[in-house]
Nanobody, 124 residues
Framework: QVQLVESGGGLVQAGGSLSLSCAAS????????TAWFRQAPGKERDFVAV???????QYADSVKGRFTVSRDNAKNMMYLQMNSLKPEDTAIYYC??????????????????WGQGTQVTVSS
């Protein structure tokens, strides 16, 4: 069983930055694929970024060049640095963990464990 806890969300003006963290416990973190998803009110949960155990990263087109995902296996932590934030980035951000990495890395059903989410609000 893996437990995930996100932190770092908040309110920021457009153009600003926020850094999210995800602390993991249980399991062998270094072997997992870890990802960030987000869900805006009334919308589906969307892929944001993934970093595999091999350090391969992928990003949603909407955040490429603005967001950076990273992980520290020694600390069982994953991070999401968000720059140049836009109002459309407003959502609850979730971290997720999977034992697999494949071409469906953007599919929420690939991930067995989820955090409770942290709210990010970007004002215009």
């Amino acid at each position: 069983q893996v437990q995930l806890v996100e932190s770092g969300g908040g309110l920021v003006q457009a153009g600003g930055s926020l850094s999210l963290s995800c602390a993991a416990s249980g399991g062998t973190f270094s072997r997992y694929t870890t990802a960030w998803f987000r869900q805006a009110p009334g919308k589906e949960r969307d892929f944001v970024a993934v970093i595999a155990w091999s350090a391969i990263t992928q990003y949603a087109d909407s955040v490429k060049g603005r967001f950076t995902v990273s992980r520290d296996n020694a600390k069982n932590m994953m991070y999401l640095q968000m720059n140049s934030l836009k109002p459309e980035d407003t959502a609850i951000y979730y971290c997720a963990v999977s034992s697999y990495y494949n071409t469906r890395y953007y599919d929420p059903s690939l991930y067995a464990y989820w955090g409770q989410g942290t709210q990010v609000t970007v004002s215009s």
